[in-house]
């Protein structure tokens, strides 16, 4: 497919990502391949990157229903209407395929009992359909339930809110998603109170948990490791997409 750029001139873009962590490798991959360092991107305060004629920028907004109030914020408080706008992030895996590390478009976004909202493929990875839910799988057992129950390959808490804003807002976009913890990882059940609304690590409590629970921290070098992985194949990713 012919990038999201090319050719194009005058053209604004919007690349929205929950987490600052996200953002961080994405703009890592692109100042390591463009040799320009680059600010990492921080809640609502977006870096602005200039590729192939395109003006883009580059904003955190926050984990699930946080995502939803302020990158709706950002559209209308400041009269920000882009040609084009990429939602990237991280997912969990839920089917045999999508293992950590593991790259996807996301082209179908179920949200039950709403209707399935179909994006527009972009043809830069493998296809997937994401489910939406706004907890934590923290059992594969979980994982494979909602498989056999929902059949998406995916799930994650801000696909679902970004399709319809810009679907509602018409503006074309797309979802690429890297697979952060696979179908047979299993999560800690503190982990979804590690990240506060604003997308930043939420050190305090996660120092907390461990000193409470010292176990978590073979847990927490597992998942930096697969974060390195799922950080550095977005980045690849969105890369190729501008």
Same mark, same amino acid.
């Given at each position: 497919?012919?990038? #999201?750029?090319?050719?194009?001139? @005058?053209?604004?873009?919007?690349?929205?990502?929950? +987490?600052?962590?996200? %953002? /961080?490798?994405?703009?890592?991959?692109?100042?390591?391949?463009?040799?320009?360092?680059?600010?990492?991107?921080?809640?609502?305060?977006?870096?602005?990157?200039?590729?192939?004629?395109?003006?883009?920028?580059?904003?955190?907004?926050?984990?699930?229903?946080?995502?939803?109030?302020?990158?709706?914020?950002?559209?209308?408080?400041?009269?920000?209407?882009?040609?084009?706008?990429?939602?990237?992030?991280?997912?969990?895996?839920?089917?045999?395929?999508?293992?950590?590390?593991?790259?996807?478009?996301?082209?179908? #976004?179920?949200?039950?009992?709403? @209707?399935?909202?179909?994006?527009?493929?972009?043809? +830069?990875?493998?296809? %997937? /359909?994401?489910?939406?839910?706004?907890?934590?799988?923290?059992?594969?057992?979980?994982?494979?339930?909602?498989?056999?129950?929902?059949?998406?390959?995916?799930?994650?808490?801000?696909?679902?809110?970004?399709?319809?804003?810009?679907?509602?807002?018409?503006?074309?976009?797309?979802?690429?998603?890297?697979?952060?913890?696979?179908?047979?990882?299993?999560?800690?059940?503190?982990?979804?109170?590690?990240?506060?609304?604003?997308?930043?690590?939420?050190?305090?409590?996660?120092?907390?948990?461990?000193?409470?629970?010292?176990?978590?921290?073979?847990?927490?070098?597992?998942?930096?490791?697969?974060?390195?992985?799922?950080?550095?194949?977005?980045?690849?990713?969105?890369?190729?997409?501008?």
């Amino acid at each position: 497919m012919t990038k #999201v750029g090319h050719n194009s001139s @005058t053209k604004r873009g919007l690349v929205a990502f929950a +987490l600052e962590v996200e %953002a /961080a490798a994405v703009i890592r991959v692109l100042s390591n391949r463009d040799g320009v360092p680059l600010p990492s991107p921080r809640f609502c305060f977006p870096t602005t990157v200039q590729r192939s004629g395109w003006e883009w920028q580059m904003c955190v907004f926050g984990p699930g229903e946080a995502f939803d109030r302020h990158l709706t914020w950002h559209l209308q408080e400041l009269a920000f209407k882009p040609d084009f706008a990429l939602l990237a992030g991280f997912s969990g895996g839920l089917s045999p395929q999508s293992n950590a590390g593991m790259a996807f478009e996301v082209i179908q #976004v179920r949200n039950p009992p709403h @209707t399935p909202i179909l994006v527009p493929p972009m043809g +830069l990875a493998p296809s %997937a /359909a994401s489910f939406h839910f706004t907890g934590l799988f923290s059992h594969p057992s979980d994982k494979a339930k909602c498989y056999q129950t929902t059949g998406c390959d995916l799930v994650d808490m801000e696909s679902s809110y970004f399709s319809q804003t810009m679907k509602c807002s018409e503006i074309p976009f797309g979802i690429l998603r890297t697979v952060s913890d696979g179908p047979k990882d299993a999560l800690p059940v503190q982990a979804i109170h590690w990240v506060d609304t604003k997308g930043k690590l939420a050190l305090g409590r996660l120092i907390r948990d461990v000193l409470r629970s010292p176990g978590l921290v073979r847990d927490l070098f597992r998942l930096a490791k697969a974060s390195n992985t799922a950080g550095k194949n977005l980045g690849d990713l969105v890369l190729s997409a501008l």
